[in-house]
T-cell receptor, first 110, second 113 residues
Framework: AQSVTQLGSHVSVSEGALVLLRCNYS??????LFWYVQYPNQGLQLLLK??????LVKGINGFEAEFKKSETSFHLTKPSAHMSDAAEYFC????????FGAGTRLTVKP | KAGVTQTPRYLIKTRGQQVTLSCSPI?????VSWYQQTPGQGLQFLFE???????NKGNFPGRFSGRQFSNSRSEMNVSTLELGDSALYLC????????????FGPGTRLTVT
């Protein structure tokens, strides 16, 4: 069975600080992993994905994530937070269907 | 290319009523999935349709049903609404089945009173 766990339902950072959102997965097959972002009253938007190949994946808006098989992790990072990054972020693993984590709400303080 | 569209965007219904939500996928996408999003349960998979057939189903009661038409548009229906059905219902499409990224619509906010 496939599942993801997002550590921390709320993360708060100052503008310009590093953003780190944690995701650990469980998968019985090589995982396909995704990060999505959701702004208020909107659907989910794909930030980045890992399927195979390079373990460091770059996405939109300056975000990137690294697939670490040994740690079963796929943490999302951004070197410098911007106010517009405030949103909810979801990690997901795909097999027969897509399983989402519980989400992490990112707050960016001025 | 137009994105995934969902109608209506907002809906208020009374307990016991039924409701039908509509989703138009991105042109050329043949797979449509539905999700329920609530603050308490997060994002939960309802079902997936591909080529007018339900291919996968989540753990929801039979009151939740769906269908897909030959043009890939999909509808989901909830009968005998309960207060707990209040949620954001999201539709997502992909070109084909498989482990592809999904493209989400803006959702339909259903409130049951």
């Amino acid at each position: 069975a496939q599942s993801v766990t997002q550590l921390g339902s709320h993360v708060s950072v100052s503008e310009g600080a590093l953003v780190l959102l944690r995701c650990n997965y469980s998968s019985s097959v090589p995982p396909y992993l995704f990060w999505y972002v959701q702004y208020p009253n909107q659907g989910l938007q794909l930030l980045l994905k890992y399927t195979t190949g390079a373990t460091l994946v770059k996405g939109i808006n300056g975000f990137e994530a690294e697939f670490k098989k040994s740690e079963t992790s796929f943490h999302l990072t951004k070197p410098s937070a911007h106010m517009s990054d405030a949103a909810e972020y979801f990690c997901a693993v795909s097999y027969h269907d897509m399983r989402f984590g519980a989400g992490t709400r990112l707050t960016v303080k001025p | 290319k137009a994105g995934v569209t969902q109608t209506p965007r907002y809906l208020i219904k009374t307990r016991g009523q039924q409701v039908t939500l509509s989703c138009s996928p991105i042109s050329g996408h043949r797979s449509v999935s539905w999700y329920q999003q609530t603050p308490g349960q997060g994002l939960q998979f309802l079902f997936e349709y591909f080529s007018e057939t339900q291919r996968n189903k989540g753990n929801f009661p039979g009151r939740f049903s769906g269908r897909q038409f030959s043009n890939s548009r999909s509808e989901m229906n909830v009968s005998t609404l309960e207060l707990g059905d209040s949620a954001l219902y999201l539709c997502a499409s992909t070109p084909d089945r498989g482990r592809n990224e999904q493209y989400f619509g803006p959702g339909t906010r259903l409130t049951v009173t």
